[in-house]
């Protein structure tokens, strides 16, 4: 809570901020908190801009809820500050504008799925018609259980409530706590959609899952903690770094590995070889193919490929863990 004699400071805060260009989704610098003897978030620091696509990923513990909780004003840090969409996070004007899909929670379950959201809708103070609260409900796939009572939902159609009431109250900023750990494979690929319509629409979304894949198809930038730190961060593209080709082929002799060899770092696995590419080399792909073929090599397959964000998360945390990679 403020500090009653704060009021003054914030308020010339609140006008020299105004005056800035349009602020990050989220900012927050040097995040840390402590629970009795555990640190359980030591220095995180990261932005999310408007409309971009964030993914928080980590291991068990590792502090993404802790973190997401001290972003939105429910846990207070220790140490570090917070901006949402260009306000203090406990500024009731910028909670408003932040729809949350908590990783725990359950809602009143003697009320129905329409009564949730409009609970939640007067709650958030905006003026959305009955008619957009029962599109939501429709988006989420919960059209035809708007009169039922919560209590009698499934575990995955709670969590498909819980993600209506995120986005019910046309948020400027999305945060998803784990929005698909209940949910079934056509409701993860919804999500996905979801995640980016928002998206095009200008939403920002921070997400927290550890379906990996999840957060690669969908995600701008990832940040990764581990043990409360950020371990890495970027884009998908820095993460990820360098892509890959593979050929399935046959004939090659000692001039067409040379010819291979001569693209990219070559590996080879019975008749597939994979060449590694840089960034800017996926130019070099059809001249390789031509040379390969002149060459008398039987060329069956020729896929793009890179190392998926799974093995690069596995990578980072092993380093961190001092174990080998
Ligand atoms: N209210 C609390 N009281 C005591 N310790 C807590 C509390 N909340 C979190 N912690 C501790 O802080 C650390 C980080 O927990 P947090 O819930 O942020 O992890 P997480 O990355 O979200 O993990 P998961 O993937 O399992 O959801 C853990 O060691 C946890 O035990
Ligand atoms: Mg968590």
Redesign the pocket.
């Known amino acids: 809570m403020t500090a009653p004699t704060a009021g003054s400071t914030t308020a010339t805060a609140q006008r020299l901020l105004a005056d800035l260009p349009p602020s990050p989704a989220v900012w927050c610098e040097g995040l840390r908190k402590r629970?009795?003897r555990?640190t359980?978030v030591d220095g995180v620091s990261f932005t999310v801009g408007r409309g971009e696509v964030l993914g928080l990923l980590?291991p068990?513990?590792?502090?993404?809820?802790?973190v997401i909780k001290m972003l939105l004003g429910l846990v207070r840090p220790d140490a570090g500050e917070v901006l949402l969409l260009g306000r203090p996070a406990r500024d009731p004007q910028s909670r408003a504008r932040v729809g949350y899909l908590p990783?725990l929670f359950r809602y009143q379950p003697w009320l129905s799925a329409a009564e949730v959201l409009t609970l939640h809708v007067r709650l958030s103070g905006a003026a959305v018609p009955a008619s957009e609260q029962r599109d939501v409900l429709g988006l989420v796939g919960l059209g035809e259980r708007a009169g039922d009572r919560v209590g009698g939902f499934s575990k995955g159609m709670q969590q498909r409530l819980g993600l209506a009431v995120a986005l019910v109250a046309r948020p400027e900023l999305v945060v998803l706590d784990e929005p698909t750990s209940a949910l079934d494979p056509l409701g993860r690929v919804d999500v996905r959609d979801l995640v980016l319509s928002l998206k095009e629409r200008g939403v920002a979304v921070l997400l927290n899952s550890?379906l990996i894949g999840e957060v690669e198809r969908v995600c701008d930038r990832v940040v990764i903690?581990d043990r409360g730190r950020v371990a890495a961060a970027g884009t998908l593209a820095e993460l990820l770094g360098s892509r890959e080709l593979r050929l399935r082929l046959d004939g090659v002799d000692a001039r067409a590995e040379a010819r291979l060899a001569a693209t990219g770092r070559l590996t080879r696995s019975g008749n597939w070889f994979t060449v590694t590419l840089a960034e800017d080399e996926e130019s070099a792909v059809p001249a390789l193919v031509a040379d390969l073929v002149a060459l008398g090599v039987g060329v069956h397959a020729v896929e793009p490929g890179r190392i998926s964000l799974e093995e690069r998360l596995l990578a980072v945390l092993r380093e961190g863990s001092g174990a080998p990679s």
Not at 61 to 66: I, L, N, Q, R
């Open positions: 629970y009795g555990r359980a980590g068990n513990g590792a502090g993404k809820t802790s990783e550890h903690l």
